[in-house]
């Protein structure tokens, strides 16, 4: 097998965090032996006995339970959310981290944040039922864990649990209405900069706007591409897909960013979600879209699960009724992906780096995300520009991201950014998991201090656009880039 030996160093924290040494084996070669799972302590976990800690469970258990019900062979647990608990296990080393792969993979559990390495934690949602297993399991492979809270708060005391929106406040969590104002105001006043295209039309109904900020706009400059808000409870990532917009904007006059480099901003991609996440503090911690699947009562698709590359490969659920990682009947079922997708191939031709706004853990992480055995050509830049990124965030402040190939640990096809650099050929594709603590209940005060910062990372990725696929590519019809260069597929494709 191609990758590093045994002796070789493993994953360590600063070979994650920035300027270490790359960890990653050359494109196209297997995956080095840390990357493997390990099936002995596969079958350790699988040994473990559910049944008998089934009953043996937390305390006051039977009164979290909302219904039993029989589907097929196997129970399924209807339990209050309000009485799940977040469990944060942090592996200390390469075992400890297979563990915490395994264990995530295992049903019933709520993902919250992927661990990329050790000491970066993992947090599930376990509900009351399970709760003990967890427990169990984490003492038996001897992992390191704390119950953050023993029975998660939807809604913390610090977060304002209503808000009203009769105007629109940049550094806030504003309605899906508050939001259409803001950015139709924005077109209005500055009609020579912004415009608004109407992208698609969510499940429920509502317009996806695309917000297009040019200097130039009819030239024919390199664009990035940015969506925020697929991941409906991700409150965080369209407040800085709003906040962007705003700077870019306002400050136009004299932004470098803005000059010889379009953007093209999708603020909120699932405002039905979005919207209903809002609605009460039991619907806080909503994940997916909301349309309706067939004759079952279930609702939603993991919207960034449902694009169309290696669609359903990985790391996926094909249970609709499964909470969180359904990746929908076929690809592109959700309107609200179809629109995406339509915005990247209409524009693909400019299009040189796409950012999709997630929350939480502070990564930026980049294809492949289907599977972690091997990387796609020219990795390297993908990563390099990671981490100059996430430089210019820790100079103004903010915290370095970890920057990775996102299926490293945890493959998961159908997602966003695949499809951007796999499908439509868009040489920067990456996944931005913004802020660290608070999960997702990021407080809505800190937003002041920490967009501003990670602005200073947009900074980074225009500047490198400019340079790469300036004018010196668009200026007069003269191709210089890909001489040598790994990426140039965007000249094949077809444009739609
Ligand atoms: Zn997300």
Known sequence: MGGPSKSEPMTRPAELALGGEKPYPASGTTAPNYMKPRNELWGQIKNLSWTNNLLRNTKGWRDCLIEITLDGANLVYREKKSCFALVVLTPKNEKDLDAVVKLS???????????????????V?????????????????????????????????RQPRRRVFNGFNVFG??????????????AKKHSHLVTVEPAGTSYQGRVLNLVKISKSPQGNNPAIFVDAGIHAREWVAPAM?????????????????LNGVDWYIMPLVNPDGYEFSRSSPANRL????RSRSGLLNCYGVDGNRNYGFKWGASGTSSDPCNAETYAGPRPFSEPETAAVKNVMEKYSRRIKLYVSLHAYGQYLVYPWGYTGEFLPQGWERLDRLARKVSSAVVRAGGEPFKATSAGRWYAAAGGSDDYAFGAVGIPYSYTMELTRNYEF??????LASVLPRYYEGFKAFAAQIKKEFGAKRYGKGVDVLGAGDDNNFNDTKQVI
Request: aromatic share 12%.
């Open 105 to 123: 993979q295992l049903e019933d559990f709520e993902v919250f944040k992927r661990s990329y390495g050790v000491n970066d934690s993992l947090d």
């Open 125 to 157: 949602l376990v509900p009351p039922h399970r709760r003990q297993l967890v427990l169990d399991l984490a003492d038996s492979l001897q992992l390191n864990y704390t119950v953050k809270a023993e029975n998660y708060k939807l809604i913390p005391d």
């Open 173 to 186: 969590y504003n309605s899906y209405s508050g939001i259409q104002d803001f950015i139709q105001g924005l």
């Open 241 to 257: 897909a709003l906040y962007l917009t705003h700077r870019l904007v306002l400050g136009a006059d004299k932004a470098e960013e």
């Open 286 to 289: 909503w994940r997916k879209t």
């Open 441 to 446: 209940n990021f407080p809505e005060r800190l």
